[in-house]
């Protein structure tokens, strides 16, 4: 079918029964199914499709929009210029010229992992002057009016946008003591549901040149994640206490801007050490568990592997937010490891796919899918950032941590269940 130029099918048609089919799946987990968040979940969906029409289909937005790669750019030219420093010509990719022939793959850990320390900083100190912070309550504003959330809530949301799912919640420490088991559910799946901008830079370096503005495209995911994160888990745990009751708005301050430069470089140390190891360790489990599974016999005339199990668990999720069902098992591997493993590993797999490997629009719609905190190392990593925030909801974050992993999955694939829906010209047509 041929819309506006636009051509739309039954795979797009699907992706709208997908959404209908995982608020189902969310409610079937719901404490109180008597409850079902109508207005909420209508409301998240409206802007889930209002963010990616605006911000593709609005040709002034979507130009602003665009350049986000050359900000990537500009990022990987300033953090080359820390690393050649430091780290000599093993920090620009001199070492690995002279011992490979061609143009060598950058070193990872001293080439790729220290932009996070660069955007971590640089976004500490746009807090401090205001700038992040402006935008980060003109989504609170968006939030609170088009869902009823609370002040602290939603400013909690807004920022895991931009911020990570441990970081966020330190702008609103004085009030997560009084929060209720609703709004300790939506801060942790907001949480899971998007991605931290100094991870996502990362990824969208992975991702150049294997799909159209990557880095415009997961950041368009982690903003419509948001929405969904708040519906999937109102859904699950319907609120109860009337707005009045909740708690307000806080605010968080770094002393100057020095004070800011130096945590946020301090932070991003910590989550590159953090990222380092866990895929360090991930990466070592995965292959000793794919060794034990090659000794079995054969399915398929293939050996087994996990990304092979992950991929038949999930292949039907990604099949019905919109991915042809040729491409679903393949497609539903990446979303699994992300689950089981971590989405960084996920998003390193889906780069190292060749073009003519996987079907562009299934390319984008599985980046969406796995743009998001939700695994189960990230269970450990929120509880405890969590617990030393405020201890005395210790019992309560561990209590909901399943369902976060859940709601948090949900959230992702209802993002790209929003983009299965829509054409995919409207997100690669006017790309160059």
């Not at 307000?248 to 989550?271: H, V």
């Amino acid at each position: 079918m041929n819309i506006m130029g636009y051509e739309w099918g039954w795979d797009n048609a699907r992706a709208l029964i997908g959404i209908a089919m995982i608020y189902g799946l969310a409610w079937a987990w719901s404490e109180k199914r008597s409850l079902f968040p109508w207005k909420v979940v209508l409301g998240a969906t409206a802007l889930q499709f209002a963010f990616a029409l605006i911000l593709f289909g609005v040709p002034f937005v979507r130009g602003i929009l665009f350049h986000a790669n050359d900000v990537v750019d500009g990022l990987q030219n300033a953090t080359r210029a820390g690393t050649s420093f430091v780290f000599g010509y093993v920090g620009d990719n001199q070492a690995a010229g002279q011992l490979m022939e061609g143009s060598p793959p950058p070193l990872f850990f001293f080439q790729i992992l220290p932009i996070v320390i660069v955007v971590a900083s640089l976004s500490a100190i746009l807090w401090h002057w205001r700038i992040l912070r402006w935008v980060t309550n003109g989504f609170a504003v968006v939030f609170r009016r088009a869902m009823g959330l609370g002040g602290a809530t939603s400013l909690a949301v807004s920022a895991n946008v931009f911020m990570g799912m441990t970081e966020a919640p330190v702008l609103i420490r004085p009030y997560i003591k009084g929060m209720t088991r609703s709004e300790l559910l939506i801060m942790m799946t907001a949480g899971f549901a998007t991605i931290a901008g100094s991870v996502l830079v990362v990824y969208g370096a992975f991702l150049e040149g294997k799909m159209p503005n990557p880095l415009a495209q997961l950041l368009t995911a982690s903003i419509m994640a948001a929405p969904a994160a708040v519906a999937v888990a109102l859904t699950m745990i319907p609120e109860t206490t009337p707005a009045t009751e909740r708690m307000k708005e806080p605010d968080f301050n770094y002393a100057s801007t020095m004070d800011a430069f130096s945590r946020g470089a301090s932070d991003g140390l910590q989550i590159v050490l953090n990222i380092a190891t866990m895929l360090i360790a991930a990466l070592a489990l995965l292959w000793i568990v794919n060794a034990g599974l090659g000794l079995l016999p054969h399915v398929g005339g293939q050996p087994l592997s996990i990304e092979r199990i992950l991929g038949w668990i999930f292949a039907p999720l990604m099949y019905m937010v919109g991915v042809p069902i040729g491409e679903a098992a393949q497609s539903g591997s990446l979303m699994g490891v992300k689950t089981v493993l971590t989405e960084f590993i996920a998003f390193l797999r889906l780069a190292e796919l060749p073009p003519e490997a996987m079907d562009p629009r299934t390319r984008m719609i599985t980046a969406h899918a796995v743009c998001g905190f939700a695994n189960f190392g990230s269970m450990g990593i929120l509880i405890g950032g969590l617990s030393i925030i405020e201890p005395s909801r210790r019992d309560d974050f561990l209590a909901l941590s399943w369902r976060t992993l859940v709601a948090g999955t949900f959230a992702t694939c209802l993002s790209a269940a929003v983009v299965g829906a829509l054409p995919y010209q409207l997100f690669a047509g006017a790309h160059g």
